[in-house]
């Protein structure tokens, strides 16, 4: 089966720096991904990690080390609206043909002034 | 674009009707799947389609729930006998064919379910 850990919560004030770690146990590995719900909203998909390394995206930056079964997102100058809940999701490719995402049990992240 | 739509936005039911929830995925996209959301909680998986087809229903909680997509296109997810604990958001989402694209899916607003 698979299974992700995340922190429940992180707070953080705006314009700081906040990293959300992700660890994960998955039969098969097609990569990781982040996604970020606000309160009452859809998640939206943020990154996406299949290789090694640093992907930035604006302030959004995501980080995979499949040696380590581990990741995080990192969020810079940090603004309220980035107050949401954010999910990593792993995709193990041997379960009916690849494409189930697991989620993992998400990190509330509380932007404070 | 459209993105995907859910309907109803909202639906209350008495405890042992059944309930049927729609999906109307984006136009071109192969893959649909069916997550649930209990309050403060994380996405937990149903079901997925590639195309027609569920290679996947191992998230499928008892066979009271069930669900089909017909034209490539339109799902429905059917409740038989709704539950209390069956009470929860169901999230639709929907993504392209390859590696990359797989992992970027694209949620609908979801049917909030409660069950009395």
């Known amino acids: 089966g698979q299974s992700l850990e995340q922190p429940s919560e992180v707070t953080a004030v705006e314009g700081a720096i906040v990293q959300i770690n992700c660890t994960y146990q998955?039969?098969?590995?097609?990569?990781l991904s982040w996604y970020q719900q606000h309160d009452g909203g859809a998640p939206t998909f943020l990154s996406y990690?299949?290789?090694?390394g640093l992907e930035e995206t604006g302030r959004f930056s995501s980080f995979l080390s499949r040696s380590d079964s581990y990741g995080y997102l990192l969020l810079q100058e940090l603004q309220m609206k980035d107050s949401a809940s954010y999910f990593c999701?792993?995709?193990?490719?041997?379960?009916?043909?690849?494409?189930?995402?697991?989620f993992g049990t998400g990190t509330q992240l509380k932007v404070e002034l | 674009g459209a993105g995907v739509s859910q309907s109803p936005s909202n639906k209350v039911t008495e405890k042992g009707k059944d309930v049927e929830l729609r999906c109307d995925p984006i136009?071109?996209?192969?893959?649909l799947y069916w997550y649930r959301q209990s309050l403060g909680q994380g996405l937990e998986f149903l079901i997925y389609?590639?195309?027609?087809?569920?290679?996947?229903k191992s998230g499928l909680p008892s066979d009271r729930f069930s669900a089909e997509r017909t034209g490539g296109s339109v799902s429905t997810l059917t409740i038989q006998r709704t539950q209390q604990e069956d009470s929860a958001v169901y999230l639709c989402?929907?993504?392209?064919?390859?590696?990359?694209?797989?992992?970027?899916?694209?949620f609908g607003n979801g049917t909030r379910l409660t069950v009395t």
């Open positions: 999701a792993v995709r193990d490719g041997l379960t009916g043909g690849g494409n189930k995402l697991t």
């Open positions: 998955t039969s098969g590995f097609y990569g």
């Open positions: 989402a929907s993504s392209r064919r390859g590696t990359r694209n797989g992992n970027t899916l694209h």
């Open positions: 389609f590639q195309g027609n087809s569920a290679p996947d």
């Open positions: 990690n299949a290789l090694d």
């Open positions: 136009s071109g996209h192969t893959a």
